[in-house]
């Protein structure tokens, strides 16, 4: 009877320890997909006035050397917006960065607009009101 039980711990044991594995996996896969889409991102903007032809291959050429593919590369103006795929084990997660100036989509220079991260978080950016910038310190 104890023969039993140690095969059922062992099977569960080792059920527990594949899903542990398949998690790991899942996780390797979204970080490679994330990081190369973000370089692949910087490297199209940063050529972007190149062409998109030339700002696509190099994030390609970007995303390659990170474990990834290039599913989709659009550069407009001096925006580049780039989808990665990145493979481990059964996992093949799609992972969208955009890159750009600070100013593009309508932003000032001067600290006003906002810009939105891939995964949809809202970032902003307000500049203070006229007069508040520091106050005087002498007399």
Avoid: I
Avoid at 29 to 57: F, I, M, P, T, W
């Amino acid at each position: 009877m104890a023969t039993v039980w140690v095969t059922v711990t062992v099977t569960a044991l080792c059920a527990v320890f594949a899903a542990v594995l398949l998690m790991g996996q899942a996780a390797l896969a979204r970080h490679r997909a994330g990081g190369a889409a973000d370089l692949a991102a910087l490297a199209a903007a940063d050529h972007a006035l190149e062409g998109e032809a030339v700002a696509c291959s190099l994030a390609r050429r970007v995303a390659g050397a990170q474990g990834a593919g290039v599913v989709r590369c659009v550069v407009r103006g001096e925006v580049s917006d780039v989808v990665t795929e990145a493979r481990a084990g059964p996992y093949a997660p799609r992972v969208r960065a955009r890159a750009g100036p600070a100013t593009a989509g309508g932003g000032s220079a001067a600290g006003g607009g906002s810009a939105r991260r891939a995964d949809g978080q809202g970032l902003s950016r307000t500049s203070p009101p006229p007069g508040a910038e520091r106050p005087s310190g002498g007399s």
